[in-house]
């Protein structure tokens, strides 16, 4: 089992920057990708960016490429995801997932372990 706990959201105005931390407890993110996804009222989950167990492969939604970066510290068992340029459409509850794939996947449906999200929230 992997625990997942996400943390770093808040209420930020268009334009500013947020870091969201995903900290890994249990049998940790080893050999394992990592994935954040986004799921806004209404919407349905969409992936945002992945990384692969070494970090040597990273992948982004178009709509976030060139605005946020996905990093991860396999020492201190988290994934980061640091947002800039933030946009109302941004808004959203972040969650990352992890397992069993050591490569980058795209959908929800290719993790296993889910943490319980935290609100972004973008004002215009």
């Known amino acids: 089992q992997v625990q997942l706990v996400e943390s770093g959201g808040g209420l930020v105005q268009a334009g500013g920057s947020l870091r969201l931390s995903c900290a890994a407890s249990g049998r940790t993110f080893n050999f394992r990708a990592v994935g954040w996804f986004r799921q806004a009222p209404g919407k349905e989950r969409e992936f945002v960016a992945g990384i692969s167990w070494g970090g040597g492969t990273t992948d982004y939604a178009d709509s976030v490429k060139g605005r946020f970066a996905i990093s991860r510290d396999n020492v201190k068992n988290t994934v980061y995801l640091q947002m800039n340029n933030l946009k109302p459409d941004d808004t959203a509850v972040y969650s990352c997932?992890?397992?069993?794939?050591?490569?980058?996947?795209?959908?929800?449906?290719?993790?296993?372990?889910w943490g319980q999200g935290t609100q972004v929230t973008v004002s215009s």
């Open positions: 997932a992890t397992g069993p794939l050591a490569n980058v996947a795209t959908m929800p449906a290719q993790y296993v372990y």
